[in-house]
Nanobody, 126 residues
């Protein structure tokens, strides 16, 4: 059974840090690209970071230098370390796995990936 479950969200003051975890089941880290997305209230889904097996990791410009991703392939875990959080980082964060069309350009929508978690809320206050 395939599943992705995010955890680690919460409320933090601006300048603080959070580490999100994505526990996966049934996902092959050897063949699946992975990603983190977020959706702020009233806004569209936004690609935060993509982890591509061939081209490496990319980040949304506004989080570069503050966010980092990592994987524990033995534990089948994906992580998003978020430092120096800003109020504009407030959103529901989702992990995603396995591109629906590996060579297609990313659209920043749920059409990019086949598997999604349920999301975890991150709230950053000033």
């Amino acid at each position: 059974q395939v599943s992705l479950v995010e955890s680690g969200g919460g409320s933090v003051q601006a300048g603080g840090s959070l580490k999100l975890s994505c526990a996966t089941s049934g996902i092959s880290f050897q063949i699946c690209d992975m990603a983190w997305y977020r959706q702020a209230p009233g806004k569209e889904l936004e690609l935060v970071s993509s982890i591509n097996l061939t081209s490496g990791t990319t980040f949304l410009h506004s989080v570069k230098g503050r966010f980092a991703t990592s994987q524990d392939k033995d534990k089948k875990m994906l992580y998003l370390q978020m430092n120096n959080l800003k109020t504009e980082d407030t959103a529901v964060y989702y992990c995603a796995a396995c591109r629906l069309a590996a060579r297609a350009p990313m659209t920043g929508t749920r059409a990019d990936f086949a598997r999604w978690g349920q999301g975890t809320q991150v709230t950053v206050s000033s």
